[in-house]
């Protein structure tokens, strides 16, 4: 589930004009800590952090969180270089919980041209979208709090 809360802050962001995202905690331990404590900020003593990978120094053991595996699908597969194309998303109930961003990449070194979609489903139920784009649809089911990504020509 927490993937799919940062998939879609992720999307917000992109869709609001931001070219990147960065995320500073990657690796915190079983307490959500060291905590970044400032009096000057108004933090209280346990300011609560998620990481991306959560460390266990007891058993030297590491967890990756869901926020890694949704990260894990942006870096794979939105390239550098990659140009966010804006996606006019259906008003429909079924798409309620559904956010996507779209990236267009043309591949250096030739005329080969390719389209991402990253879908994120922030709800617990598989729904039911389809994707418009040169006369073509795709339709796909995009499971529960998950992250689906598309890919064409």
Request: proline share 4%; aromatic share 12%; net charge negative.
């Amino acid at each position: 589930e927490d993937g799919a809360t940062w998939g879609h802050r992720i999307i917000k962001d992109l869709q609001s004009g931001a070219s990147g995202w960065i995320y500073w905690n990657m690796f915190l331990d079983m307490d959500g800590g060291p905590f970044a404590f400032s009096a000057e900020h108004n933090d209280g003593p346990n300011n609560w952090q998620h990481p991306v990978v959560v460390v266990d120094g007891e058993s030297d053991r590491f967890h990756l969180t869901g926020l890694f595996w949704f990260l894990s699908h942006f870096s794979r597969f939105v390239r550098p270089g990659s140009v966010f194309v804006k996606v006019d998303k259906s008003k429909s109930p079924s798409h309620d919980g559904i956010s996507m961003a779209a990236f267009h990449e043309k591949n250096h070194g030739d005329e080969h041209h390719s389209n991402v979609v990253q879908i994120v489903n922030k709800d617990a139920q598989e729904k039911n979208i389809a994707i418009c784009s040169d006369g073509y649809v795709a339709r796909m089911k995009v499971p529960g709090f998950s992250i689906t990504t598309g890919i064409w020509e």
